[in-house]
């Protein structure tokens, strides 16, 4: 497969929100191997409540199918339902990622890069209450890769 094809089922997946069988018809091919390019390149499959904000299932998390949900029900779609995340995870980091001229970027670092500029070498991003989705640029600090890691073992927080 090229990274062209990869990058294209990428895009409709995190950032069009099409659901996979919809891409594998598109790329006349089977649903596991939507999923399987996704998975190669650290993509969280959605849950069923993010599927629902989508329309993209026949019920949504609180609303029996058969009796309660109403097609084109918004009352807990998008960023008003509680599990709503914006956006595809890295299931391998945690970190949430965003799609920039056709590249994956770390939303935490595209979004502090915006503000600042380019990150200096050997410096992370650092989120200040421990919390890899909140990207708010008030919660981001630029520090040293030494830094970082005595900020950690200082507050005990993970990575």
């Not at 339902?81 to 935490?108: A, R």
């Not at 200096?120 to 991003?125: A, D, F, Q, R, T």
């Amino acid at each position: 497969m090229t990274n062209e094809l990869t990058e294209d089922i990428i895009n409709l997946y995190c950032n069009e929100n099409k659901p996979l069988k919809e891409i594998a018809t598109i790329y006349s091919m089977g649903k596991e191997t939507v999923r399987n390019v996704l998975v190669k390149n650290n993509i969280s499959r959605r849950t069923t409540s993010e599927c629902c904000e989508l329309g993209q299932c026949g019920f949504e998390k609180g609303f029996h199918p058969k009796t309660e949900f109403k097609k084109g029900d918004v009352r807990l779609m998008g960023e008003n339902h509680p599990n709503y995340k914006g956006g595809c995870i890295d299931k391998s980091t945690g970190y949430k990622l965003v799609n920039v001229n056709g590249e994956q970027l770390l939303e935490h670092r595209y979004i502090w890069s915006k503000y600042f500029g380019e990150i200096p070498e050997n410096h992370v991003i650092h989120h200040i209450d421990g919390n890899k989705l909140n990207n708010d640029i008030d919660n981001l600090m630029c520090l040293s890769r030494a830094e970082h890691i005595i900020e950690h073992l200082h507050n005990g927080v993970g990575r």
